[in-house]
């Protein structure tokens, strides 16, 4: 990323920041995308889910989590009654999508880190939600060979803009819907979510699980 670009993302505010971001070219992706994808939801949420990246569906429509992955995230927050851009801010580590949807690229993750860093210091989230093994590993670093299964289940530390919050791990929609027997897992995982969102002083209304 030039560094006139980094500089100036360090102090953009959220409308800015989502302009900058329409306009970026720093990377390959950029001539292969449709849309840039950005965020659904503004600065206000204390909750923020954090995914891995856009896929086909979410690069058409330019909002994050929209294809079957999306839907079953969504309905798995509506489990907890959080409704998505309302009590959550939902967005990924990469704006734009992978060719074919191959992972993500290391160099990919460190130019969109500046991008997700800052959406993070305007957002000030009390709780992370990170969904997906590149997710974890943008925002926790836990090193190499790290596993989802290891990492979920207990609350973590982020640091955002200087401060420790907790955050919870889980796996991928996309990976629940290829392996629904671990979607018992992916409760448990959303019943800690429900735990350290209490313990941050965030209000959820109860809910029954819904969703298969």
Not at 56 to 74: H, M, N, R, W
């Amino acid at each position: 990323m030039p560094e006139d670009l980094a500089q100036k993302i360090l102090t953009a505010d959220w409308e800015t920041l989502a302009k900058m971001a329409e306009d970026c070219r720093c990377c390959a992706m950029a001539s292969t995308r449709q849309h840039v994808v950005f965020a659904q939801g503004a600065p206000g949420p204390k909750l923020v889910v954090i995914g891995e990246a856009p896929g086909a569906e979410e690069d058409l429509q330019g909002l994050p989590f929209v294809g079957k992955s999306g839907q079953l995230l969504t309905a798995m927050l509506d489990a907890l009654n959080i409704v998505r851009g309302r009590d959550a801010v939902v967005l990924n580590v990469l704006k734009c999508r992978p060719p074919r949807n191959r992972n993500p690229e290391p160099a990919e993750i460190t130019c969109c880190g500046h991008w997700l860093r800052r959406q993070l210091e305007l957002l000030a989230p009390d709780v992370l939600f990170l969904v997906g093994r590149f997710a974890i590993e943008a925002v926790l670093h836990p090193g190499e060979g790290f596993s989802i299964g290891r990492m979920r289940g207990r609350v973590h530390d982020a640091e955002v803009a200087g401060r420790r919050i907790p955050a919870v791990a889980t796996y991928h929609p996309s990976y629940l819907l290829r392996s629904p027997d671990e979607k018992a897992k992916a409760w448990e995982d959303l019943v800690l979510l429900r735990h350290v969102m209490t313990e941050a002083g965030i209000a959820l209304a109860p809910r029954e699980k819904r969703w298969n």
